[in-house]
Structure formats: structure tokens, C-alpha cells
């Protein structure tokens, strides 16, 4: 399972691309959260089975003119909460989190693997894993 | 020699010269005669989680008027129990909504952010106060007096934490991983106030200071104040009013519960060479004692002594492996302190006062004895344990467990080492998903517990994990007891 964000042109705005979808594939799709007006609409879905059924289901979409984008997922640090303290560093498995010359923190969203010890120990709660297009 | 007026003169013509605690030691060590005699002044600074903060707030009086005996500001009670309608909002009571996600520190943070606060007033009642509930908005603005004073802050050292044991410990000193995989540590070395003048020559009752951005006072020695093993302390008073919210910050300390990050910086006057020598300490120079966490107890065993200079590099050896260690104060912000309070010295605003009592150096700290003692877990514990071997076949486990009418068995290698537990439910288990062989069956990562902790603590990592018992085994990892649910429960009953 993954999530995607999909974006409907004003055009086919009114079609029910997602149901059409759903039964042409037979793949379960999960809606989590959609804003739809008169003239756009995106939605967050999550797509079920594995990578394969999964790409049947995007490359369908596509078909149908809609902009479909894998979430990606990924560490966040919100500096104005951020006192620079470091309770994050030592706790990271990953060794993600260091300070800068200057006593900043810095995230490398690269080697996190989201898995949440340092958002948990954080005393600002300022970190937290965030969702992205 | 200089004296404080002198130095105070210099200040007033704008010649006073002002360094940086981080900056002394280089300069001392060029020519410690010289620098005792061109160095005025060195700032030092910290910013760490202060949980002996808060904040005393009077609300003025409504119409008709009120004598509050209980009062809560955004959910979080304060303490009412002084006149009227003033109080004093601690740092660590917590949010009765909210728990540990908001607390005492986040109530000040918001009042000196200029945020509107939401009160809440109980009262009995009198003739004089006939009102019996209050509820307002309220600013930083709208009250009378705030005054921040905090009982104890800005310690002179601190000892550092790791973990032993075999589960994750939420502490004050943050979150510890199993099996010593991080070191936590608090304190900023060779800027900390206190480090820069260890015999309390110019610092004590009435020392003006830098206090969350703007000048309050040291009002004496802090609570526990413990001159003699280094670990002394001070109380300090100032206006919230004129206080900056950068300096002030309130935190969530996981499993812990909150606190407030404080800023604090004191002026060292270099009066002569000795305190030129004390101002330039390195933090090579300042030991710092790793204690065990794993231990519940108030005194912990001692992992190793390491120095600042070891801790702030990011890494310590710990028997023979590399540990990451992580700081809780924050750097970046004492700098900022230091240099603060610099430029306030150098613009003619901040002028040193000489303390009208110097800090005490003979108190020593008492402990509290509760009336009834805890005993340890070898108190309590079962020595004689039926273990099991990973070999033997599920049938005989099962008989132990019916013969002795047990609920779960140990299982040890041939030299005592603990290896697994079984329970009654993973053999029935076994017996319905036909597994034969002990060793698939039993759980490996068993939750044990050490002879020397507290049943308390013991009690309460058996809730932790709703387990019905912990082997107790020494440092080799040998089995030497058991202790379970109903033994911990006859004592806690006997209480
Ligand atoms: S623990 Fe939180 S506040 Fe402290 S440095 Fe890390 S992200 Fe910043
Ligand atoms: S989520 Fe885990 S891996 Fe990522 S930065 Fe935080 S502690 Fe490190």
C-alpha cells in the first residue's frame, strides 16, 4: 500500500474518475482526504496491493488526464520552535540529526527512515514526519 | 585588583572591556598577568529546562471582589493558597486536559508572548470576598506584578545519563535508548554562570543579572544548594514583564511530564588574577559523572567519568563502544546570552553590583525518608527458580508448570544464563499450531530486573509491559531469582 495525491483538472472535475477506476481494476482504493470544487480537485488516496497492482491502478489514472503523484513522506523540523537543544541527536538510530558550526540543527531527510524516536523526545515538539507531494 | 566600582566606572566611560567565557581561556592563557589586569568583565550563559521555575501573578481585584482558592490558567492550576488573588504558576504542574503536552512553562511562554490566557477562579466565599467563581481572558499586560522566581536555576555542573537496562526510559534528563546506546547530558560546560566562579566570590544575594532578557537578581542560594561536592545552586527573581519570550520556553519532557527552558547569564567581574584563572576554565577541565538510569534509585551507579570536551564532541566510549552523547541545553542561545548581555554592559545599560551575602559554601543536602522502606527486589524475590533448558521437550515444561502450579518458567543454558521465559499460554499455544521444540515457542527478549532496584520500580515496569513477572538476573546475565505480580502485590498491599 502507498499513498497519492491526485489532481483533476477543471475539465474532468465532474467525472467519477475514482469509481470508474475501482472497477475497472478491482483495486481497493482508500480515500483520506479530498478537496473538490467547481474547478479542481485534489485527493489523497492510498492504493492497495502490491507495487504492481499499484502501478495498474496509476497508469489508469493517467488514462483518464489526471495528475497522480506518489506522498512522499519526511522529516520535519519547525525552526521557529526549535531551541537548538540537541535532546534529538543522541536518540536517532539513524544518526540524521547533528548541529551545524553554528549550533543549528540539521535533519538529513536523507538518512531518516521516519521512524519517529527523535519527534517523540523532542521537548519543543517542533519535529514531526510530514507528508509531501 | 580592581573593585566592582571601579569596574562599574569603566563601564559608565565606555571603556570596560568584555569578553566571552568561551574567549577567556585563550586570552588567560597568552599572559594570565595581563588579562587579569585588561579583562573587566567575562559573561557566561545558559539555557536549559529549569523545572524549579515559575512565576508570581496578581490578578487585581473584581467586582464584587474574590478570594481565589483555587485557580487554574489555560486548564493548568496554580497555586492559590497566599492572598486573594495572587498566585504562583509552576513550571511542572500540568494541563488537566492537555497532561504532559502543556503545562506551567507553556503557560509562561504564552503569557510573555503577549497570548491571552484563559482563567478560572474557585472560592469559598467569605463577607469580606463574597464572590465564589471568576472566569476572564487575561494578558501579561492586564496584571498587576509578574515576577518570575525561580527557587533553584542554573546549577554549577550536572551529572550526565545513560541507560542500562533493557527497555527505553523517558527521564528529566530525556529519553534514554536500552542497553546504553545514547548519552544525555545537561549544563554548558565552561560557560555555565557557576563553573566560572566555583568559590562564589562575586556571586550571591543581589547580584544583578541576565535573566530571560531582561536584568533580575540573584535572590541567594537555591534549593538543594550542595557547595561541597560542587553542585551548587541559585534562586533568582525578575520582572516578567520586561522578560523576552526567546529566552523563555516551555517544554514537554517525554514520559516525564513539562518544565521551562530559561535563559541565564551572570557577569563575572575579574576582580584580580584568581578569578581572571576561574573564568578561564575549558571544558576539558570540568569532569562530568555518567550515571546509570537503568537503576532506579537515588543514588545510581557510576558508568564512567568524562570531561565536557568528550561530551560536546558528540561521542563517548562506553566500554569499548562508541555512544552518541547529546547535549539538553542549548548552546546556540547561552552564546546569544553571553553576547547579550555583553553589548547591554558595552551600551552603558547594565552595571555590576557586588552581593550584599555571598552564596553559602557549607550547606549540605539533606535526603527525605519516607516512614515505611521500600525493600529491594531481593527482598522479595524467589531465589529458588524452576527454569527450564531450551531442549527439553514441551511435555516435561508443561508438568513443572502444573506441578508447581506456576505460570511461566525461565529458561537458562547449561551455565545459568537467562536465554528465554515460557508461559502456560505459549505452550497451549504450541500444542495448537504443533510446534514440538521449546526454543520456537519462548519469548526471547525478557524483561528482567536487577536485585539491587526498588520493588516500586519494579511494580511499575511489570504494569509497563502487563507482564506477570521479571527474572532477576546479576551483571553476567545469570538467573538469580524471579519475582512476580502477587509477590509485588502482597507488599504493596501491606503498605
Ligand atoms: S530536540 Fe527539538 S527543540 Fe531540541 S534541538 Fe531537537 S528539534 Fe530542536
Ligand atoms: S525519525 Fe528516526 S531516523 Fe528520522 S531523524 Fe527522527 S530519529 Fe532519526
Known sequence: MNKYVINFPQEIVE??????????????????????????????????????????????????????????????????????????IAVCPAGAISFTKDKDIVVEKEKCHRCGVCVEACPRRSLSIQQFE | MKTIEEINEKIRRGEAVVVRADEMPDIYEENPKKAAVDVDIVTTGTFGMMCSSGAFLNFGHSDPPIKMNRVWLNDVEAYAGIAAVDAYIGATQLSEEKGFEYGGGHVIEDLVSGKEVYLRAEAYGTDCYPRKKAETSITLKDVNQAMLFNPRNAYQRYNAATNSSDTILRTYMGTLLSNKRNVNFAGTGEINPLSNDPEYRTIGFGTRIFLAGAQGYVTGEGTQHNPKTGFGNISVKGNLKEMSEEYLKGATVPGYGTSLFVGLGVPIPILDEDMARRTAVRNRDIHVRILDYGVQRRDRPLVKEVTYEELFSGKVDLGGKTVRSSPLSSMKISVKIMKELAGWIEDKKFFLTAPLEPLPKDTVVKVMKPRRDVPFVEDVMTKKVITAQSTDALSKVSELIISHGIDQIPVVDREGRLEGIVTAWDLTKALATNKKKLQDIMTKKVITSRKGEYIDAVARRLGKHQINSTPIVDSEGLLIGIVTSSDVNKYLERR
Open chain 1, 15 to 88: 467525472n467519477p474518475i475514482l469509481s470508474e477506476t475501482i472497477l475497472e481494476t478491482g483495486v481497493l482504493l482508500n480515500i483520506l482526504r479530498a478537496k473538490v470544487d467547481y474547478n479542481e480537485g485534489t485527493i489523497v488516496v492510498s492504493i492497495m496491493g502490491d507495487e504492481e497492482t499499484q502501478k495498474k491502478v496509476v497508469d489508469l489514472l493517467r488514462k483518464k488526464g489526471v495528475v497522480v503523484n506518489k506522498l512522499k513522506k519526511s522529516i520535519v523540523n519547525e525552526e521557529e520552535k526549535c531551541v537548538s537543544c540537541g535532546a534529538c
